[in-house]
């Protein structure tokens, strides 16, 4: 069982409006949320996944759970609350690029507390995005990842910074420096690298066996901390946005790992440049359907056959 821990909400995705049209065009409400996103492609790829966050019991509360149990994810780790579901407005590029406006104030996520101790059969735990920066619910993620890791979980992961949510830049990077003794899979984007400082040297010398870096249209790399340096190209898609792109990279990597046995960080260092290849590769196909799509859209087993 892999368990995907973090935010849920709902992506307001402007549509497409005739050229030289003044008025705004229509947001389309869709299901969304780095996590959220990675634990529906992990259900769609066919892992077994449980998805553990606090969730609204509004109207889009029910449609978030509705996906996920869509999609066959177990949410006996989710827990529900009155208050109002996150929204985040996105505004996507010429290129598809997204960026995003958040309101999350007072909003069902930040509110989550640290369960109980994770079942036996729980082999690995993907964190990340918005609810490891806002309080209070931020500390109870990371005492999950602390505690987790403690007891030998296989940890994934993804910052997928926000800098308009950091509301102290210099303590998030100390903060994530602490994070990384825990981690055993850290994956992050070029934009995320240049924004923390740092390079994967400094960071598999802190803990993770092995980091892997997103490059948008130039595919996906990976390092480990014994030395294997490999990567592979973006494959072709033509590109409706980029909306849970990088989530879908997260659920690949971790779906293929895990039908490889290589959910342990000796597993990782155990894995050669050629299966690394063939990992990052699944992931860069992933990854291309979800950018074909409008929205977080990732693909289901039968599409990458």
Not at 6 to 31: C, M
Not at 59 to 64: D, I, K, P, Q, S
Not at 95 to 120: I, Q, V, W
Request: charged letters at 20%.
């Amino acid at each position: 069982m892999i368990v995907v821990a973090g935010e849920s909400l709902i992506d307001l995705v402007p549509q497409r409006t005739a050229a030289g049209d003044a008025r705004l065009p229509p947001l389309l409400p869709r299901p969304g949320g780095g996590p959220y996103n990675t634990a529906v492609a992990l259900g769609r790829l066919g892992s077994p996944v449980t998805f553990c966050s606090r969730v609204s019991a509004d109207g889009f509360g029910e449609a978030l759970l509705g996906g996920l149990h869509a999609a066959g994810v177990r949410t006996s780790l989710v827990q529900r609350g009155p208050e109002p579901t996150s929204l985040a407005v996105a505004e996507v590029g010429a290129d598809g690029s997204a960026g995003y406006g958040f309101y999350m104030t007072g909003t069902a996520d930040r509110l989550f507390e640290l369960p109980p101790e994770l079942p036996a059969g729980v082999r690995a735990l993907a964190l990340g995005t918005c609810s490891l920066v806002l309080e209070p619910g931020a500390s109870a993620y990371e005492a999950l990842l602390r505690r987790e890791a403690r007891r030998g979980v296989f940890t994934l992961l993804d910052p997928n910074i926000r800098p308009g949510l950091v509301p102290d830049a210099d303590a998030y990077r100390a903060r994530f420096g602490g994070w990384l003794p825990s981690v055993s899979l850290l994956k992050l984007s070029e934009d995320d690298a240049a924004w923390l400082g740092g390079s994967p040297e400094q960071w598999l010398a802190e803990g993770p066996a092995a980091v892997v870096l997103t490059r948008g249209d130039r595919g996906i790399a990976v390092r480990t901390r014994e030395g294997v340096e490999t990567a592979v190209p973006a494959a072709a898609v033509t590109v409706a946005d980029t909306i849970g792109a990088g989530d879908t990279v997260n659920a690949a990597l971790l779906h293929d790992l895990h039908r490889r046995g290589a959910l342990s960080p000796g597993g990782l260092l155990a894995l050669d440049a050629a299966g690394w290849t063939e990992v990052l590769a699944f992931a860069a196909r992933a990854a291309a359907v979800t950018c074909s799509r409008t929205g977080a859209e990732p693909p289901y087993a039968s599409e990458l056959a």
